[in-house]
Nanobody
């Protein structure tokens, strides 16, 4: 059973940066065979896609709302995925979740229903 643990959240001011990490354990085979994504959920809103990285091409995709500000990367040797968040805005405030799926096509990276494994989330609050 794959277990995901997020870390790095906190309270920051608008314009600040944060780096979230997702550490995986219990993976079957190699961590490199898992597509990984970040989603977020603000109070009273649906969970939404933020960014993802593929398992085989290391292709990355980001939501339009974070494109140019957030960067996703992975370190397969350490079984971790990072989300670098720059120029944070109050509307980025949410609980951020890491999710994983074995293999899969790049076209399915942003689809929440494709991810069977989820972390518990880490709170990010952007406020002055």
């Amino acid at each position: 059973q794959v277990q995901l643990v997020e870390s790095g959240g906190g309270l920051v001011q608008p314009g600040d940066s944060l780096n979230l990490s997702c550490a995986a354990s219990g993976v079957r085979g190699s961590f490199s065979t898992y597509g990984i994504a970040w989603f977020r959920q603000a109070p009273g809103k649906f969970r939404e896609f933020v960014a993802a990285i593929s398992w085989n091409t290391d292709r990355t995709i980001e939501a339009l709302s974070v494109k140019g500000r957030f960067t996703i990367s992975r370190d397969n040797a350490k079984n971790t995925v990072n989300l670098r968040m720059n120029s944070l805005k109050p509307e980025d405030t949410a609980v951020y979740y890491c999710a994983a799926k074995l293999y899969g096509s790049d076209s399915s990276l942003s689809k929440i229903a494709n991810y069977p494994y989820w972390g518990q989330g880490t709170q990010v609050t952007v406020s002055s």
